[in-house]
């Protein structure tokens, strides 16, 4: 397939992919409430004439058979927004398109990787005739929750794939340039809540009560050892606590107090002696405190975001073949964790990051904030990306 032509098949179809993801930002959906968004994806891929299958309540899986025999990529995207209040100016200025729903936005770019990958549907389409092979696209609801990834990959079961490609907007990689770098891309995760017990009572007499906000704060002052004394100082476990509740009043001691966080990690095993000794400092701080805990949530996922390095020089090369090597970039990698990891697991493939970062015209704040926000010229880079990894792989 010509470069060229490519090119402008994929200039022609910027305007649609711009106009999707304006339409998507624009209406939000939360994990497991993505019934519109889903919709007009079905909407653009029964325009096209493709066959589709709904997974779970929301996600989707489309099929695009060549005219001629090969091998089976698969192109992901998710779809899930936030409940984040979006802002009306980015870190410069005002945005150009915002959510219209109050508390609820597309503030980690969701709404981008499905309209790319829509595009990059719109362009195999056209050029369906010359496909060697197959292209399966594949829409995840309810990422950001985690409760997408498991009917989605049942439902895949039935397909021979022989690979998988997403793309993820990046804040922190300059503008219009693109990872596609071999080995861990994205950490592994584990998630929890810990529910402090001990005994309320008036807080005029502490002595009568057994305080689960002192042991609680105590508690997250002692993990700090487990980070300076215990884990392997050549391998990265990140902790983080984003979130406490104890009580409602100011005199009135609570029975429990919990707080939630998550570690990151590449290396599963130290990812896995890391929450064990969290665990242990729990248990024995809130002994010496008279208090228990109780674990009500605890969500492992011991996958990496790794990219297949045959894959990733496939792609590397198919970019520098388009644009040049100065548009690829090398990252660290993101300690962010994705679903993206399963596929990868099955399907050897490429998670590339897009970057979105512009410091001059205030792109670059980072995912999940209010601030969040990208140009939209970028979008036809990750559109051209996906197509061209597809063609490329095809022809191996």
């Given at each position: 397939m010509d470069n060229d032509r490519l090119k402008a098949l994929v200039d022609e179809t910027e305007a649609a992919i711009i106009g999707w993801k304006d339409l998507f930002h624009q209406n939000p959906e939360i994990s497991l409430r993505e019934e519109h968004t889903s919709g007009?994806?079905?909407?653009?891929?029964e325009e096209l004439g493709l066959s589709w299958e709904r997974v779970g309540e929301y996600g989707i899986i489309a099929y695009l058979p060549g005219k001629k025999p090969g091998k089976t990529v698969l192109l992901r995207a998710d779809m899930d927004a936030l409940p984040v209040d979006e802002s009306e100016m980015n870190l410069?200025?005002?945005?150009?398109?915002c959510s219209l729903k109050k508390s609820?936005?597309?503030a980690c770019g969701h709404d981008a990787h499905m309209a790319m990958m829509l595009g990059a549907m719109r362009v195999l389409y056209q050029i369906r005739e010359e496909l060697e092979g197959n292209v399966i696209f594949a829409f995840e609801q309810a990422e950001e929750v985690g409760k997408g990834i498991d009917p989605m990959m049942a439902a895949l079961e039935k397909y021979a794939i022989d690979t998988c490609f997403g793309i993820h907007v990046f804040a922190e990689l300059e503008e219009g340039k693109i990872s596609v770098q071999s080995g861990p891309r994205m950490a592994a995760l584990t998630a929890?809540?810990?529910?402090?017990?001990?005994?309320?009572g008036h807080a005029s007499r502490p002595d009568l009560t057994v305080n689960p906000l002192m042991c609680a704060?105590?508690?997250l002052v002692n993990l700090n050892t487990i980070w300076s004394q215990e884990l392997d100082s050549t391998k990265v476990?990140?902790?983080g606590i984003a979130m406490m509740h104890c009580g409602e009043k100011g005199n009135v001691v609570a029975d429990f107090a919990e707080f939630s966080g998550s570690l990151r990690y590449t290396d599963v095993e130290e990812g896995k002696k890391a929450f064990q000794a969290v665990q242990r400092v729990c248990e024995h701080v809130a002994k010496a405190n008279r208090c228990s805990v109780e674990y009500p949530k605890i969500f492992e996922s011991p996958h990496l975001v790794f990219n297949d390095s045959r894959c990733s020089k496939i792609a590397e090369d198919g970019i520098a073949e388009i644009w040049g090597r100065d548009h690829l970039a090398k990252c660290p990698v993101w300690f962010a964790s994705e679903s993206m990891s399963l596929y990868q697991e099955k399907y050897p493939g490429v998670f590339a990051f897009l970057g979105i970062k512009n410091e001059e015209?205030?792109?670059?704040?980072?995912?999940?904030?209010?601030e969040f926000d990208m140009k939209e010229s970028v979008l036809k880079y990750g559109?051209?990306?996906?197509v061209k990894y597809t063609l490329d792989f095809l022809k191996q």
């Open positions: 007009k994806i079905v909407e653009i891929i410069k200025g005002r945005k150009k398109c609820v936005s597309h929890f809540t810990v529910k402090v017990i001990g005994k309320g704060a105590n508690i476990v990140t902790l015209e205030g792109y670059g704040a980072a995912h999940h904030t209010k559109t051209l990306s996906a």
